[in-house]
Nanobody, 125 residues
Framework: QLVESGGGLVQPGGSLRLSCTGVGFTLDRYSIGWFRQAPGKEREGVSYNSRVNGFTYYGDSMKGRFTTSRDYAKNTVYLQMSSLKPEDTAVYYC????????????????????WGQGTQVTVSS
């Protein structure tokens, strides 16, 4: 089971850090993706953290603003978000796959086998 936390209401330009914790399995055996879904929109790939060397990918609109990292001791993967914009408002999900994904596939939701319940992020003044 994956459990996300850290969502909430933040003003434009602010920051949030989301957490994805593994319950019942060890995240260092999995590559972790972060996705988001806004009302009426498709689920969108936000970031990817490979189980091999922690290699990362980011969606184009997230580059330079979002960073994903791991804390192996806490069995947790983080998504640090800064310079948040109203268009970042969405439900954010973490997802796990035992595979290593690459630039042409990491953002496809069907590549992940385990999903968290999601956490709401609202960017508004």
């Amino acid at each position: 089971q994956l459990v996300e936390s850290g969502g909430g209401l933040v003003q434009p330009g602010g920051s949030l850090r989301l957490s994805c914790t593994g319950v019942g399995f060890t995240l260092d055996r999995y590559s972790i993706g972060w996705f988001r879904q806004a009302p009426g929109k498709e689920r969108e790939g936000v970031s990817y953290n490979s189980r091999v060397n922690g290699f990362t990918y980011y969606g184009d609109s997230m580059k330079g603003r979002f960073t994903t990292s791991r804390d192996y001791a806490k069995n947790t993967v983080y998504l640090q978000m800064s310079s948040l914009k109203p268009e970042d408002t969405a439900v954010y999900y973490c997802a796990a796959t035992p595979n290593v994904l690459f630039s042409d596939s990491w953002h496809q939701p069907q590549g992940y086998s385990n999903w968290g319940q999601g956490t709401q992020v609202t960017v508004s003044s």
